[in-house]
């Protein structure tokens, strides 16, 4: 009973401190484990025969900025550029402010236009695969399910600002083919040849 009692003692400290740091990361608008997961979640549905998903990729853009990239998905219709943001409550902004209103439960805060951050990626990678002019680059913002986006005027073709529900659906609509396989293996190597960290990503 003793020993019955001890564990008893040592997962109920366990879960405490799994609340403790959950309601944390709420207080403070911070999610990005959770968001993480429900995005490579739906990711990994995606048919990686089309798809080829590269993950926490950085990349240099040869002036000294390092472009570190949540995910970059190659595909026959493009390449998708995903940036997640890691934020809880109603967001609202525009596709050209420099920054984003973020309104929880109890206090309102800004964060930088995470587009114009996704465009700086973009560049980095038109640069790195200017061999292939053609390519089209899909730029995605993804926000939690429960995050609420209101007010949010994205008028660029293939720009978005979704949840991370949205995400399968937004990618399925691209369906004009543009690169062959041998193309997306050959950029995918590229990605990963230029990745400057040593952790394997393709």
């Not at 109920?12 to 609340?19: A, D, N």
């Not at 739906?42 to 990686?48: I, M, Q, V």
Request: charged share 20%; proline share 3%.
């Amino acid at each position: 009973m003793h020993v019955f009692g001890e564990m008893m003692m040592n997962v109920l400290v366990f879960m405490g401190g799994i609340w403790i740091l959950y309601s944390i990361a709420k207080q403070a608008h911070v999610t990005g484990w959770f968001i993480g997961n429900k995005v490579t979640n739906h990711l990994l549905r995606l048919d990686k025969r089309k798809y080829k998903l590269l993950q926490d990729v950085m990349l240099s853009s040869g002036n000294g900025d390092v472009h570190c990239m949540d995910a970059i998905i190659v595909s026959p219709y493009g390449i998708f550029l995903l940036g997640q943001q890691r934020v809880y409550g109603t967001i609202s902004g525009y596709e050209d402010g420099e920054v984003w209103q973020v309104k929880g439960e109890k206090q309102k805060h800004e964060i930088p236009n995470p587009l114009f951050v996704n465009n700086e990626r973009i560049k980095a990678m038109q640069k790195l695969l200017r061999r292939y002019p053609f390519i089209p680059y899909i730029s995605i913002v993804t926000f939690d399910d429960k995050v609420k986006i209101r007010n949010m005027n994205v008028h660029s073709p293939h720009t978005h600002v979704i949840r991370a529900n949205q995400l399968l659906r937004t990618i399925y609509q691209y369906r004009k083919i543009v690169l062959s396989t041998s193309e997306m293996n050959e950029i995918c190597m590229r990605l990963a040849s230029s990745h400057i960290n040593h952790q394997k990503i393709c």
